[in-house]
């Protein structure tokens, strides 16, 4: 029953925008002969096989600072999941001493940096679910909230379902009847 409600309800085709995923930094001041970069690659022209990349965008990370990433809802809408970070040295070379990468899908990071170790970045990275926010009203970012109004807005939807099935079948009756 609850397959054929999603059915229903979304279609085959029809892809919806998904839960955004964030990420947010701390403690970035006890890093303070580095900095955390976050970077976007691009590649050569006629590299087939993305060997070559160079920075085509970089942002230098403060402390409280978040991303969210989300996916858009047409089937070719797919945003760049992967974010790159780099660890430079904060002086006038920039060296790159450590560096990661993390994929931005169906979960939310925090993290937080508590220093640094022979170049390379000390940090704990707590993970938690990510959950599509349903809101009756924009900008209401409760979260003991939002998991009632998602619950709700499912009942609502087997509900309507369950609607639509006892006409149909009571519509068949009375035409079989007469």
Not at 127 to 137: E, G, V
Request: hydrophobic share 40%; with cysteine.
């Amino acid at each position: 029953m609850a397959n054929l409600a999603a059915l229903a309800d979304a279609g085959f085709s029809i892809r919806r925008r998904t839960a955004a995923a964030e990420i947010t930094f701390k403690g970035l001041n006890n890093v303070p002969n580095h900095k955390l970069l976050l970077v976007q690659y691009s590649y050569q022209s006629g590299d087939t096989l993305l060997k070559s990349p160079f920075i085509s965008y970089r942002d230098t990370l403060t402390d409280g600072r978040s991303f969210v990433i989300q996916n858009g809802g047409r089937r070719w809408d797919e945003s760049d999941r992967y974010l790159h970070f780099v660890l430079a040295k904060n002086d006038s070379t920039g060296t790159v001493t450590d560096s990661f990468t993390i994929y931005m899908k169906k979960w939310n990071y925090k993290m937080v940096v508590t220093g640094e170790k022979n170049g390379k970045l000390q940090y704990t990275l707590k993970k938690s679910k990510a959950y599509f926010n349903y809101n009756l009203i924009g900008d209401d970012n409760n979260e003991g909230n939002n998991k009632t109004i998602r619950f709700i807005f499912i009942a609502c939807s087997l509900l309507g379902f369950v609607f639509l099935l006892l006409l149909f079948l009571k519509r068949k009756k009375s035409t079989i009847t007469s």
